[in-house]
Structures are given as C-alpha cells and as structure tokens.
T-cell receptor, first 112, second 115 residues
Framework: AQRVTQPEKLLSVFKGAPVELKCNYSYSGSPELFWYVQYSRQRLQLLLRHISRESIKGFTADLNKGETSFHLKKPFAQEEDSAMYYCALSPAGGTSYGKLTFGQGTILTVHP | DTAVSQTPKYLVTQMGNDKSIKCEQNLGHDTMYWYKQDSKKFLKIMFSYNNKELIINETVPNRFSPKSPDKAHLNLHINSLELGDSAVYFC??????????????FGPGTRLLVL
C-alpha cells in the first residue's frame, strides 16, 4: 500500500522568509514523487516531480529515500506562492498507469 | 482551447437523484481519471481508464459508474445520490504510459452538493 503524509494542514510565513512544506511517504517499491499546487480559483497543476530534478518558481524538492521524505522548499517565499500544495506518489514502473496517492494537502499563506 | 474540461461546474440536487458529470480532454491522452475531493480537501482517486478500459477502481460504491465512450471522454454517473457524495469531483488525464510517473492534467472540478 502507498501512503503520503503532509503533517501540516496550514503553514503561514512572511514574504521573503524561507518555507518548507513537509511530505513523508510509505511505499515498499520504487516511488515517483510529485508536488501539485492549486492556486485560488485555478485548477490543480503539477509544480514539480522528483525525476526532473528541476526548480520551478524557485521551489525545489529532494527525494530522500532514507527518510522517505520529499519536502518542498523555497528560500524566499512570495505572496503569489499562497496556495494549496499536495504531495503525491505514484509507483514507478509496472502497470500502475499513473495511480496517484495524494497527501492531505498543506495550505500555504504568505503574508506581506 | 481548454485541455481538460468538465461539465457542469456546479451541481445541486436532491438525495436519491441520479446525476452525471462529463469530462473531455483534447490532449490526445490515453488515460483518464476521476478524483474526489472531500470537505477537508482530501483528494482520492476513484477510477482510471486507459483507452476506454477500466484499470483502477478504488473501492467506490456501485452507485458510481464511470463510462468512457472514447478515449477523449470519461463520464461519471452517480445513482441514488447521498449526502456524503457532496464533494468536488476532478477529472484528469495523462499520456498513458504503463509505468506511471506521468504528469496528470486536471479539469476545473465539479462541485456537487446533495441536499
């Protein structure tokens, strides 16, 4: 079974402060990890995926298999980063057809 | 030229009614999904179809029946609606590789309220 945990339901920071959204996962096989974001009045969209190893909108996330974590980080938060963030896991390989298991979501609020 | 579209956007209905939500994607993807987002914003997969074939069915009540007339459409029909069905339902699609790890593209959601 696959499970994703985001321990913080709400996270508030001030503009310019560093931000870290935590994500831990449980999966016996090899996982693919994602961060999806939902801005106000917009649809859910991919922010980044661990396999790409890229920085999107200043956000990065590193897969730590030892700690089974995939925390999302940004050194200097901006007001436009305020949104709902979901961590998600998909089994890699096999016949999973992209079955995504989502965490509970973290609402990030960046204050001016 | 919306990539993944859903209709209707809002749906208010009485308990016991039957309703359908439609989803269409113009991305040429082979795989489509239905997710349910509950009042606590928890997002959970319900179904997935690949090339009109059901491949994921996540312990959803039989009252929910997905139908895929072609690979660009995945509709969700709900019989005998219950109060607990109130939620936001999201459709999504992806390219369709068997190996997973793909980006999924989401529709805008359909907010269902059962009275």
């Amino acid at each position: 079974a696959q499970r994703v945990t985001q321990p913080e339901k709400l996270l508030s920071v001030f503009k310019g402060a560093p931000v870290e959204l935590k994500c831990n996962y449980s999966y016996s096989g090899s996982p693919e990890l994602f961060w999806y974001v939902q801005y106000s009045r917009q649809r859910l969209q991919l922010l980044l995926r661990h396999i790409s190893r890229e920085s999107i909108k200043g956000f990065t996330a590193d897969l730590n298999k030892g700690e089974t974590s995939f925390h999302l980080k940004k050194p200097f938060a901006q007001e436009e980063d305020s949104a709902m963030y979901y961590c998600a896991l998909s089994p890699a390989g096999g016949t999973s057809y992209g079955k995504l298991t989502f965490g509970q979501g973290t609402i990030l609020t960046v204050h001016p | 030229d919306t990539a993944v579209s859903q209709t209707p956007k809002y749906l208010v209905t009485q308990m016991g009614n039957d309703k359908s939500i439609k989803c269409e994607q113009n991305l040429g993807h082979d795989t489509m999904y239905w997710y349910k987002q509950d009042s606590k914003k928890f997002l959970k997969i319900m179904f997935s179809y690949n090339n009109k074939e059901l491949i994921i069915n996540e312990t959803v009540p039989n009252r929910f029946s997905p139908k895929s007339p072609d690979k660009a459409h995945l509709n969700l029909h709900i019989n005998s609606l219950e109060l607990g069905d109130s939620a936001v339902y999201f459709c999504a699609s992806s390219h369709g590789d068997r190996g997973g790890g793909e980006t999924q593209y989401f529709g805008p959601g359909t907010r269902l309220l059962v009275l």
